[in-house]
């Protein structure tokens, strides 16, 4: 669902503060590169931003600042997006401080987010900055996303005076008892008049506990200079959970998922065995009636059709199954494909392209990589096929192996239409099998099967002394 946030009324950038550390993580990752739902903090903030059209997305950076500017452009075009060095990180308002240079005489609104707050949706983005547009009739200079917390601890408190309007925001390490109690929060996500901000940011000093240097202090000083400074107050308070611990990674990831089963569950039909016990992506996608069973891992856009029966501890990973394909336990299923009315495992392995077609069936302990397996064809029992092309309605016996590598380079295996592999096959690569052939239990199929031959027989025998160079 393709959605444009996008608003008319002023140009609008967006800055993502993603230069620090994350001490509390206690990492040696960089706090906005630990992921959730398998893709890093930073990652979900920019696909966010992105809906909502804006002219640039700015993302300051530091603390492994190639390695987030490579996260970044996994997510976004290079003509999109501009990165803001912070070399040393002394606080949110030196980070937007950062970006002086790309932003202070650009006539925009700027949307500031933080890379460490990862749930934040579009629709709640978008509603802010509409706030800031519209407020009181000519629109504010400042608006700040707020949400009320139970337990507001280690957050910003957001402190209003008697006529309920933004005073200042005072973090948690400088707050009065009497302002610990407030339990409105600052979200540290923020739309501003982009000169304005810049302009009061001169002003901003680091005279406060951490000694740093507070974007939080910008709204004070512009209200001071009698600048309309708005709330926008949000409902959603997980929506707007900022990232410290690991203790609250494992939380949003849980939220995340459960809000993706949820969905799953309610709009589209699917049944989850124990939806406590399933993790699920976000961006997958799954059929009416198709049944998961417990610890079932499905990863990034894997699609799984109407219908299907997906046992406990199987893994897909990025990969289209059809419809009614059952799928029995412990499989590890990636990058790969398998058609309608197929069977797969208990634990079989498919990767590097797999494919299978209509009606075909892997069993038991079978691998299948960068392999075709024909319509209504059959490798049931403990099988290797890599690089091979198998036609329909073929049958490979088990223990066959394609062997694939000669210890330099990967060969291919093609297999007719109606084939028979006996039990134990070798089918040493490069080689073709033709139609209707077959080959009997244990043979060491070196040369090409003509269609409708049956091969058999290896005799080990000594065929060279091996020098230096062979081995
Ligand atoms: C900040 C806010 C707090 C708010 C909270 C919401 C300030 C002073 N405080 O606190 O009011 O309730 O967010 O989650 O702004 N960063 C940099 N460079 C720096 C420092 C931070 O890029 O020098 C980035 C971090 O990578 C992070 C974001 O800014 O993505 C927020 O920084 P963090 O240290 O987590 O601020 P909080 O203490 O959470
Ligand atoms: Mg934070």
Redesign the pocket.
């Known amino acids: 669902m393709e959605q444009n946030f996008s608003n008319e009324q002023s140009t609008l950038d967006v800055l993502i503060?993603?230069?620090?550390l994350?001490t509390r993580m206690r990492s040696n990752l960089a706090?906005?590169l630990h992921k959730i739902d398998n893709r890093p903090l930073i990652n979900h903030v920019c696909r966010t931003a992105t809906a909502l059209a804006p002219r640039k997305i700015y993302v300051?950076i530091?603390h492994q600042g190639e390695d987030v500017k490579k996260a970044v452009l996994e997510e976004l075009n290079e003509e999109h997006a501009a990165f803001a060095w912070?070399k040393e990180?002394?606080?949110?308002?030196?980070?937007v401080n950062s970006a002086r240079e790309f932003l202070e005489n650009e006539d925009s609104t700027l949307l500031v987010l933080?890379?460490?707050?990862p749930m934040i949706r579009a629709e709640t983005l978008a509603a802010l900055v509409q706030k800031h547009h519209t407020h009181r009739g000519k629109g504010a200079t400042c608006t700040v996303l707020t949400v009320k917390l139970e337990d507001p601890s280690?957050?910003?408190r957001v402190v209003r005076d008697s006529a309920g309007l933004f005073d200042k925001?005072v973090?948690q390490k400088d707050a009065t008892d009497e302002e610990k109690q407030v339990k409105e929060?600052?979200?540290?996500i923020y739309c501003f008049n982009t000169k304005k901000l810049y302009s009061a940011l001169s002003r901003v000093k680091n005279e406060n506990a951490q000694g740093?240097y507070?974007?939080?202090d910008v709204p004070r000083l512009l209200r001071e200079e009698g600048e309309d400074i708005a709330i926008y107050q949000h409902n959603d308070s997980k929506e707007?959970s900022?990232i410290?611990t690991r203790v609250e990674l494992a939380d949003l990831e849980r939220t995340l998922c459960r809000r993706t089963i949820s969905r799953l569950m309610l709009d589209y039909g699917v049944t989850f065995v124990d939806p406590k016990n399933a993790y699920i992506s976000e961006s997958a996608n799954i059929g009416r009636d198709t049944i998961i069973y417990p610890n079932v891992t499905i990863e990034k856009d894997t699609e799984i059709g109407d219908g299907c029966v997906i046992r406990g501890g199987t893994r897909i990973t990025n990969s289209r199954i059809g419809r009614g394909v059952e799928i029995l336990d412990n499989c590890v299923i990636t990058d790969s494909e398998i058609a309608d009315n197929c069977t797969v495992g208990p634990m079989a392995h498919l990767r590097g392209h797999a494919k299978m077609e209509e009606s075909a069936k892997v069993g038991n302990f079978v691998e299948l990589k960068k392999t075709i397996l024909g319509r209504g064809s059959k490798a049931n029992h403990l099988t290797y096929l890599g690089d091979a092309t198998i036609g329909e309605k073929t049958n490979i016996g088990a223990g066959t192996i394609t062997c694939n590598y000669d210890g330099k380079n990967k060969h291919a295996t093609s297999i007719g239409n109606n084939v028979k592999i006996g039990s134990d096959t070798m089918l040493i690569a490069p080689i073709k099998v033709g139609d209707g052939a077959v080959t009997g239990a244990g043979s060491v199929v070196t040369k090409d099967v003509e269609s409708n031959k049956l091969v058999v027989g290896a005799p080990a025998r000594a065929i060279k002394t091996l020098n230096q160079e062979d081995s």
Do not use: P
Request: aromatic share 6%; glycine share 28%; net charge negative.
């Open positions: 503060l993603a230069a620090g994350g706090k906005v300051v530091g912070q990180q002394l606080g949110t308002g030196h980070a933080s890379g460490d707050v280690g957050y910003g925001i973090e929060i600052n979200s540290g740093e507070y974007l939080t707007v900022g410290n």
